[in-house]
Structures are given as structure tokens and as C-alpha cells.
């Protein structure tokens, strides 16, 4: 039992870099210790990067720490030493773990080295004729490793040296002249040489992308930054107007925040994975054995170019713009009803208030900036900006989230659309879908389509003309076509129009019906479609088309 709590403490005891009892102990400030020159060692290599960390925990500090050594630690490490050596040699034995050696015919010891021309592995005794005997002078050495019996044929019991590019696999020389005549083989070393050049082509990629995510970590860092700045701005300008809308801009503030550190937290742990890949590379480009070196290496799975970053764009400034044009439009809609005291307005005076403008000026005065949200995007939608959309035929690298559509080409605006409010698209390609959507609808199956269900309404819009479509239901709509199409909303009375744009405005289509729940703006396209959202300014007396 005691020699038992003896190998426990040695593992504690040692250095995580060099697997050794520590050497000259130094303790880093997130509690874990390393021998001094290992830890001096691979800080080094992260000079270039001013960034340092503990090859553990990954935990990171700047600058970098002064080391001292751990003097408590440095006489534990002494006691142990002095304890191994009056201990039993039973650490010298082979354990389930180990290589034996193959030569010991009583307890077998560990095997230190491999013999390629004795194919076999020997422990310390056994193998001393190796280094004193002449006739085994020329025999080859190498580290011995459980991948040891690997680097054998099977068939002739030969040491596999040559590498068989037709079947991408190690054979032996009576392999070559066998069942593998005629192919294209070269040497091991050859092909390691090749391979190595692809190792290093490798790392590279990992270490460009790891740059690219560090990158992309400052740009969320400078996010989190503006979103609390323009939060403080907002909250700050509203209560003038009124106390209640605090608490909106706050859940909207940590609403965002979450967003970004979840993204934060995603990017770090792909950074830790890049860089596990990177250094189980590095550890196998020093291999010396060069079957081992391609068998390992060809397993492997291929390193692909970067995906490229998230939808990551520093537009904080434009998260509570919605919310002090909603308060200021509001504020003037109190002062205009209470601007005569006393003064009420009959049902009949407010329909009219509330009636669909006539003009295109009266429409964009009513205008709402949408955005797209590449959270609920098909992974065949390639963006551009936050409000430009492609379908194309392949799919992209976009990560998994319960609001993405699985099987339809289809996208939701970020904002939810209640009151009054306008917008125009502008599209091309063979064909699209125009839509307005619950942000319930469902986002598998034929049910997610838009006006598949009673939760969405759309307008497809063809070379050939245009078709209303909901719960379902297929209703043909006449009128000029156009590449711009506008759209109106009057969430409360239930109204929903669309027009085609162009020298004049022309209505499509109306819907009156009943919504029960706030909208979202949506798009289907058909591969080769594109559409995007149009900015509306309306300045002086001058419309533009």
C-alpha cells in the first residue's frame, strides 16, 4: 500500500510538459507547476503572440508572469527521489500499458528500444549486446512503442520500409514484388518527406485560423464594448421620455450580450481544438520512425481550409435604434392626441387616422430597417452584409441552432414587426418568395414552408407573374412585374399589402385577416435567386425610385 501512495504521489510530482518528477518547480499563477526550463521553454514559443498561458487549463496571462521557484514543492520532489531509490524495482516491470520485453521468459521487464532487424524489443539488460556484440552493430534501434508490431507485415513477417501510393498503404519488399507489382511505391522516407511538406502546409492552416478567430475574439471583446456604451446612451436619452423603458433596453442589452459570449465561448473552444490538432502535428512531424510517422499521419483527418468567421459585425450602435424611434415616434402620437385637453377622438376619426397612406412619400415615412437573421438562414444562403441573401447549390459551414431552417431555402428578419410599417425588396433569379411569418412557424418539413400554414403569408413572385399563397392555399394575383417589391403592414387592423415597384407604385394583392402574434419579414428563393433588403430615405419633396 505504501509503495502504492508512492506512485500516486509521483504522478502528482510531475511535469505535465516533460513527464518527468519536476525539475527546479515553478508554480504559475493558476496553480499548476511546471520544472522551471520546460515552462521558460514553451513560453518562449508564445513570445511572438505577447500572450501566455498554462498548458493546462489554457488559462491566459498578460504580461508575461515572473517565475520563482517553489521551494516547499522542490523538497517534495527531493523526498520522493530519495524514497524511489530505497524503493523495490517494481516500476521496472511491465505493466498492462507497457511494451515487454521479449526476451525475458520469467516477469517481463519494459522494453526500452525496438531492434528493426531483430524485430524484436528488448529491455535495458537485454539489450546490452546490441551495443557491445560487432555483428549487431549496423542493427537499427528506435524507440520502443505499442505501434512497434504495426511496422511487421503480416504476410512475411518483414519490416514494412516501403510506401505503396497506389493502395495509400505501408508494404514490405516481398509485398512490392507480389501483390502489389506494378505499383506505384516509393520508400518510406520518400513519402515521409512528402507527407512532412503536407504537415507543415497543415500547421500553417491551423495556425492562420487560429489567428483569424483571435481576430475575431478582439472584434467581439470591442462588441460587448459598444453594445454596453450604446445601452448606457440609451437608457440615459429615455428617461426623459419615460422610466419603464429602462428595463426593455436592459433584457435587450443582456439579451445581446449572451448572444456574443456564447459566440466568445464557441470561438475559444475551437481556438483550444486548432490548437490540439496543431500541437498533436508538431509532435508527430519529430517522429523518427517513418512508418509509424505515415501510418498515423494518413489516418488523420484532413485539415480544410477556414470556414470563415461567424456572421461577426460591430453593429452594436444599431441595437436600441429601434427602441428611441419607437419612444420619440410614441411621445409625439401622446402630444398630438392630448393636444387639445379634453379632446376625444370618435372610432370613426381614428379609422381614418389609421387609414393605408396613398402615396409612396406617405409610405416611407412609415419605413422600418429590417436586418437578416443568419440564425433562422437555410445553410444554402449565402449572405452579404445583414441584409443582402443568395441561394446557392452547395451548402455552407454555418453552426447548428434550434431556429435555422433545415429544409427550405428560407430566412426571418431579426425584428418583429407589430403597429404600422413599409419596406421594400429588391430580388433576381428564377423565382422567390415575399413572406410575412410568426416566428413560431416550424423550421423541418413541408409545414416550414412559407404559406404552407396558417402561420405565414407569402407572395411568390415569378418571371411570369406572381401567386398568393397561405394555410396552403394558392391564389393567383395579377399586376406588372417588377424586381422591387414593397410591402405594407398594419399589424392591428390586420392588414397586409403588397406592391410592385417601379415609375409608379401598383398594388399587387391585400390581405385582411387577424394576427395573433408579432411577424417577422421572410424569404424563400430558389437556387440562383438573390434579394435584399432596400434602404428608404425620403429627402426634401423628392421620392426615389
Known sequence: MALQASRLDEKKLCCSICLD?????????????????????????????????????????????????NTMLAGLVEEMKTELRIAPADHCYAGPGDVACDVCSERKLKAIKSCLQCLVSYCEQHLQPHYDVAAFEKHKLVDTS??????ICSCHNEVVKIFCRTDQQCICILCSMDEHRGHDTVSAAAERKEKQRELGVSRKKIQQR??????DLKVLQQEMKAIAQSADKAVKDSEKIFSEVKQQIRSHQKSEVTRTRELQERIENEITELRRQEAELEQLSHTQDH???????????????SAGSPNIK????????????????FKTKLQEIHFVEGTTV??????????????RAEFLRLSRELTLDSNTANTSLLFEGDKKVKCLSKKMLYCH????????????????????????????????????SYKTISRTGDESLFGNNDRSWALECYKSGYELRHNKIRTPVSGPHSSRIGIYLDHRAGVLSFYSISKTMTLLHRVQTSFTQPLCAGFWLYVGSCVELCELKLSGNRVPF
Open 21 to 69: 518528477l519536476l525539475k527546479d518547480p515553478a508554480t504559475l499563477p493558476c496553480g499548476h507547476n511546471y520544472c522551471m526550463k520546460c515552462i521558460k521553454r514553451h513560453w518562449d514559443g508564445e513570445d511572438q503572440k505577447h500572450i501566455h498561458s498554462c498548458p493546462q487549463c489554457r488559462q491566459t496571462f498578460i504580461p508575461r508572469p515572473a517565475l520563482k521557484k
Open 146 to 151: 505499442k505501434s512497434f508490431k504495426k511496422i
Open 210 to 215: 487560429i489567428q483569424d478567430r483571435e481576430k
Open 291 to 305: 512508418t509509424h510517422f505515415l501510418q498515423t499521419y494518413t489516418s488523420l483527418p484532413q485539415v480544410n481550409e
Open 314 to 329: 460591430n453593429h452594436a450602435v444599431q441595437y436600441f435604434k429601434d427602441v428611441m424611434t419607437a419612444v420619440s415616434e
Open 346 to 359: 370618435s372610432q370613426s376619426e381614428a379609422e381614418v387616422c389609421r387609414a393605408e397612406p396613398k402615396t
Open 401 to 436: 441552432h434550434a431556429d435555422r431552417f433545415a429544409n427550405r431555402h428560407q430566412v426571418l428578419s431579426r425584428e418583429s414587426l407589430t403597429g404600422r410599417c413599409y419596406w421594400e425588396v429588391l430580388w433576381s433569379g428564377g423565382a422567390l418568395s415575399v413572406a410575412v
